[in-house]
């Protein structure tokens, strides 16, 4: 299984940026689908999840700015990113708690690369 985001790049505060995150390979069925961000010198954190019943959380620090989005029939997971402040530099990772096979009840955790955002004038 193998997570491919995209979307990250350069942009100007109070600007958007549409991440995209395509999961592939043995996929018989996928779970919560999240992003996280690493900023320079600090900790890896939750900014959105999304479960496959369409459940949606969100740290106060995105609420109302950030929206998570899924299209099941891609295996696709999408983070809208609005309002954008220089706080939101980051590099942005996504997550997704996925099971492979039909007869093994096994869930794996699978992360992609991250994608660069950078939020400047």
């Known amino acids: 299984v193998q997570l491919q985001a995209s979307g990250g790049g350069l942009v100007q505060p109070g600007g958007s940026l549409r991440l995209s995150c395509a999961a592939s390979?043995?996929?018989?069925?996928?779970?919560?689908m999240n992003w996280y961000r690493q900023a320079p010198g600090k900790q890896r954190e939750l900014v959105a999840s999304?479960?496959?019943?369409?459940?949606?959380n969100y740290p106060d620090s995105v609420k109302g700015r950030f929206t998570i989005t899924r299209d099941n029939g891609k295996n696709t997971v999408y983070l809208q990113m609005n309002s954008l402040k220089a706080e939101d530099t980051a590099v942005y990772y996504c997550?997704?708690?996925?099971?492979?096979?039909?007869?093994?009840?096994?869930?794996?955790?699978?992360w992609g690369k991250g994608t660069l955002v950078t939020v400047s004038s």
């Open positions: 997550n997704a708690a996925i099971r492979s096979s039909p007869v093994v009840p096994k869930v794996g955790d699978y």
């Open positions: 999304r479960t496959s019943g369409g459940s949606t």
């Open positions: 390979g043995s996929i018989f069925s996928i779970n919560a």
